[in-house]
């Protein structure tokens, strides 16, 4: 199976300052990779989705994230937060032609002003 | 949109209770998956169903069965709840045979919160 290590458990950032949270997976030959976030007393939302092609993906809410193959790493960036960005993010992986996916511990977002 | 469903968002059970969490999902899903969620450890994997009757252990299956009777209907069954399975629990559900939902892209409900005391 694969892991999935997320390196900050806890981000707080200033309202409009950039932020970045950082995921790195196991390395296999094929995966996809997957960012949801969870909205306080909230099911998880897919944010954003690396299936193939374009290494930089961009998703929902002014999010991005970079594929890097070489590093086995996914990063989640926003250039400019905002306080409605406060949320618990998980980085998942699966392999592909599998539908399970194994997720990481999560890494909380506080937003201040 | 997907919708999943779950009974209850808030539970409050006694030790050795018989406890049954239900979810739905409307969008004809093949696939439902029971995680639970706990602080600093992520969602683990309890049980997925990749058909109507069909089902596969996860990565924590221990203390937990399931029943998927009908396509739509996933329950997760405490046959004698612990403390220990105080937890949050998330349902979630993908892929279709039309193929408008991808397998690995999973949707989820807004949880249960379960309180074994």
């Known amino acids: 199976a694969q892991s999935v290590t997320q390196l900050d458990s806890q981000v707080p950032v200033f309202e409009e300052a950039p932020v970045e949270l950082r995921c790195n997976y196991s390395?296999?030959?094929?995966?996809?990779l997957f960012w949801y976030v969870q909205y306080p007393n909230q099911g998880l939302q897919l944010l954003l989705k690396?299936?193939?092609?374009?290494?930089l993906v961009k998703g929902i809410n002014g999010f991005e994230a970079e594929f890097n193959k070489s590093q086995t790493s996914f990063h989640l960036r926003k250039p400019s937060v905002h306080i409605s960005d406060t949320a618990e993010y998980f980085c998942?992986?699966?392999?592909?032609?599998?539908?399970?996916?194994?997720f990481g511990a999560g890494t909380t977002v506080t937003v201040r002003a | 949109d997907v919708k999943v469903t779950q009974s209850s968002r808030y539970l409050v059970k006694r030790t050795g209770e018989k406890v049954f969490l239900e979810c739905v999902q409307d969008?004809?899903?093949?696939?439902m998956f029971w995680y639970r969620q706990d602080p600093g450890l992520g969602l683990r994997l309890i049980y997925f169903?990749?058909?109507?009757?069909?089902?596969e252990k996860g990565d924590i299956p221990e203390g937990y069965s399931v029943s998927r009777e009908k396509k739509e209907r996933f329950s997760l069954i405490l046959e004698s709840a612990s403390t220990n399975q105080t937890s949050m629990y998330l349902c979630?559900?993908?892929?279709?045979?039309?193929?408008?939902?991808?397998?690995?892209?999973?949707?989820f409900g807004p949880g249960t919160r379960l309180t074994v005391t």
């Open positions: 979630a559900s993908s892929f279709d045979a039309s193929g408008t939902y991808l397998p690995y892209e999973q949707y």
């Open positions: 390395s296999s030959v094929s995966v996809y």
């Open positions: 690396y299936l193939s092609g374009s290494t």
């Open positions: 998942a992986v699966t392999l592909r032609g599998d539908y399970k996916l194994s």
């Open positions: 969008m004809d899903h093949e696939n």
């Open positions: 169903s990749y058909d109507v009757k069909m089902k």
